[in-house]
């Protein structure tokens, strides 16, 4: 299943809200979440709680080298940031964003701005679960601790970590309940071996 | 160019009017029409305790004639149906908000999650007892979470916010932004129960299991809208009323 892309549309302008925000929703071959935020000077909270993909601004409203900033301050260092060119703007500062938008792009060129910005996180999120990903669910789901995973299968406690984000992330399961769920219907661990873990719960 | 585009872009009085422009309600609209346009306004009637036969009254008259602030019930629908926040967050009222906030928790708990649990656990009729099992203790213990989090609202974040509300001045430990901060979104795990089940259920899709999934959908949407009032309507209130204690 294709994931759903999140947009988030900031800018003053209801015009330009509006417009671009029914665009991303009429494409539906896209699959869009689109979200609004008018007012700028709440955008960094509204932008923690939505969580976007991508986010589309108005370049006025943020400065040159605002991007990086923004990204650190949200905690979200892998935020898509586009331009929304509404006026002539140096080439100096769109460099700073991962796309641009101008006022007089076609729907078309702008469906195919966005999927090539979601290009390589699709590649990605579509990766199989390797051996050892595969390992680490099943003891996931027994109820083993980072520490014991790590030491069962010889690894630092960091690597498993990140093996557990990058799980996360490929499944979009974020619980070890949901992890449950996926290792027995897809056949990875059998009941009467996680037992104890499931009848006694957490 | 520079020109043009400064004027619109940096006056406040644009943007404040650019955000309130858009279909919101107001106190002269007819109840009536707020709940036919937006059906799922009704749950928003429930919880503030206002019943249903209004005939064409006015949202001003049928809030006076519930007791209920209109000035409040406006921020929660016009947040809900419009996505914006009041032009005066300071006239939102903390203690009507918790009565509706109050109301809602009582709606998830004691029927809405009750109700998906019966329905999901018949719809998982044709899948074997091992699959059925793994998902009910996903479901029961997410359910479990739910509480925790409202429980704790329930009895440390609402009595302070009607304690600071009252005349109490003495000094408080506790701080709304304290609530703010930890505040986790609890629809999320509710919504990725349904993914998991569309990506992987290997059983058929019966009716049951079409109509728990769609509820589940509905029920993570309006958490996730309970959540909302919560983070921009209670929580600027109380800030106000910090501040004011303070000066």
Same mark, same amino acid.
């Given at each position: 299943m294709k994931r759903r892309i999140h947009i988030v549309v900031a800018s003053p302008s209801h015009v330009i809200r509006v417009g671009l925000s029914t665009i991303f929703k009429k494409m539906s071959s896209l699959g869009?979440?689109?979200?609004?935020?008018?007012?700028?000077?709440?955008?960094?909270?509204?932008?923690?709680?939505?969580?976007?993909?991508?986010?589309?601004?108005?370049?006025?409203?943020?400065?040159?080298?605002?991007?990086?900033s923004l990204r650190a301050d949200i905690a979200m260092p892998s935020l898509k940031i586009v331009a929304m060119l509404s006026q002539m703007t140096d080439a100096a500062v769109i460099k700073n964003f991962?796309?641009?938008?101008?006022?007089?792009?076609?729907?078309?060129?702008?469906?195919?701005k966005i999927v090539r910005l979601m290009e390589e996180e699709v590649d990605e999120s579509r990766l199989e679960l390797s051996m050892r990903e595969k390992e680490i669910i099943c003891c996931v789901v027994k109820g083993?601790?980072?520490?014991?995973?790590?030491?069962?299968?010889?690894?630092?406690?960091?690597?498993?970590?990140?093996?557990?984000?990058?799980?996360?992330?490929?499944?979009?399961?974020?619980?070890t309940a949901g992890l449950t769920i996926y290792a027995i219907v897809n056949k990875l661990i059998e009941l009467d071996e996680i037992k104890d873990s499931i009848y006694v719960g957490e | 160019m520079s020109n043009f585009t400064s004027e619109i872009d940096f006056n406040p009085q644009y943007i404040k009017e650019t955000m309130y422009s858009t279909g919101r309600y107001s106190y002269e609209d007819t109840m009536s029409s707020l709940i036919c346009e937006n059906p799922s306004m009704l749950l928003v009637l429930s919880r503030f305790a206002i019943t249903l036969g209004q005939g064409d009254k006015t949202i001003d008259e049928v809030c006076v004639a519930h007791g209920v602030d209109t000035y409040t019930f406006l921020s929660v629908v016009n947040l809900l149906v419009t996505d914006t926040l009041p032009d005066d967050q300071n006239k939102v009222l903390p203690l009507s908000l918790l009565k509706y906030l109050e109301k809602s928790h009582e709606y998830f708990i004691s029927y809405r999650l009750p109700?998906?649990?019966?329905?999901?656990? #018949?719809? +998982?009729?044709?899948?074997?007892?091992?699959?059925?099992?793994?998902?009910?203790?996903?479901?029961?213990?997410?359910?479990?979470?739910?509480?925790?989090?409202?429980?704790?609202?329930e009895t440390v974040v609402f009595p302070y916010v009607r304690k600071i509300c009252g005349d109490d001045t003495e000094l408080n430990k506790y701080h709304i932004d304290?609530?703010?901060?930890?505040?986790?979104?609890? #629809?999320? +795990?509710?919504?990725e129960l349904k993914d998991i089940i569309i990506k992987y259920y290997p059983a058929g899709i019966n009716f049951s299991m079409s109509d728990a999934l769609f509820d589940i959908y509905s029920c993570s949407e309006d958490l996730a809208l309970h959540a909302k009032v919560e983070d921009m309507l209670l929580v600027p209130a109380v800030k106000n009323i910090e501040l004011s204690h303070k000066r």
């Open positions: 869009a979440d689109v979200a609004e935020i008018p007012d700028m000077t709440d955008m960094s909270r509204r932008l923690r709680s939505i969580k976007p993909d991508v986010l589309v601004v108005d370049v006025s409203q943020l400065g040159a080298l605002a991007c990086q991962d796309a641009s938008i101008s006022l007089y792009d076609s729907s078309d060129v702008i469906r195919d083993m601790t980072n520490k014991q995973i790590a030491d069962t299968l010889c690894l630092s406690a960091h690597t498993v970590m990140t093996h557990r984000r990058n799980i996360a992330s490929k499944l979009s399961i974020h619980s | 109700d998906i649990r019966r329905k999901l656990s #018949d719809a +998982l009729c044709d899948t074997t007892a091992v699959i059925s099992k793994v998902i009910m203790d996903y479901f029961d213990e997410y359910v479990k979470g739910v509480k925790e989090h409202m429980g704790y609202e304290i609530f703010k901060d930890h505040h986790d979104n609890i #629809d999320e +795990l509710l919504s």
